[in-house]
């Protein structure tokens, strides 16, 4: 019978060496993993209001989270509502729009924008259609505005909705309005030809 060769022996020696070196490093990994800390939404006897999570400091706002002048952040340009998207209008930026707006708008406003989502059809809540010649008009900044600071007896969506998802939001609103008004003269005569308008 063949004996195993040395070198055969020696590289399995060396491999079993790592074993022992790996459960020296696994059993370090336990201390740290182990250490106390508060799952989300645990009380905590250590704050007054029991809330381990905190909420943030009184007129503090978090580094980042805004910049008066990034049109991005606040829905204005130069102080005045911003009548362009602060980015590039796709079509994945519209589809990213659609499920945003279907699941945080749609249950009030519906899912196409006429104010009869099923909160609203169902409750005591007046919600009005987006479709009004008003909002048609108005600068896509004001959605922005709507969506980040609430109005009247709409609240505010800035912690829920992040500021760009505020504006993939704004712009599938512009394209639902398109949806209802669309003008005939906006298409090209070949695709007039086929809707067989004049
Ligand atoms: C809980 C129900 C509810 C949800 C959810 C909701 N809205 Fe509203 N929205 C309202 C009501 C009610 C009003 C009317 C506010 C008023 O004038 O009293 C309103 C008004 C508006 C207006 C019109 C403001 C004007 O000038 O008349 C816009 C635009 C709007 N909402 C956009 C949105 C968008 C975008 C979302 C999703 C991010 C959203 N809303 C989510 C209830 C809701």
Known sequence: MAQPSRM??????????????????VACHVDMYDQ?????NQTSAFFSDQ?????????TVAMGSFDPDSPLLTGKVNGELATELPMELTAELLEHGRTRYNAYCAPCHGLTG????????????QVPSLHQDRLRTVAIGY???VITNGINRMYSYA???PPEDRWAVAAYVRALQLSQYADVNDLTAEERQQLGAQ
């Open 8 to 25: 055969w022996i020696g590289s399995r020696v060396a491999r079993m060496a790592w074993l022992p070196l790996c459960l020296l490093l």
């Open 36 to 40: 106390p800390r508060y799952k989300p």
């Open 51 to 59: 809330r381990a999570m905190r909420p943030p400091v009184e007129n």
């Open 114 to 125: 006429d104010g009869n989502g099923v909160i609203a059809y169902r409750g005591p809540l």
């Open 143 to 145: 959605f922005f505005d």
């Open 159 to 161: 912690a829920r909705i």
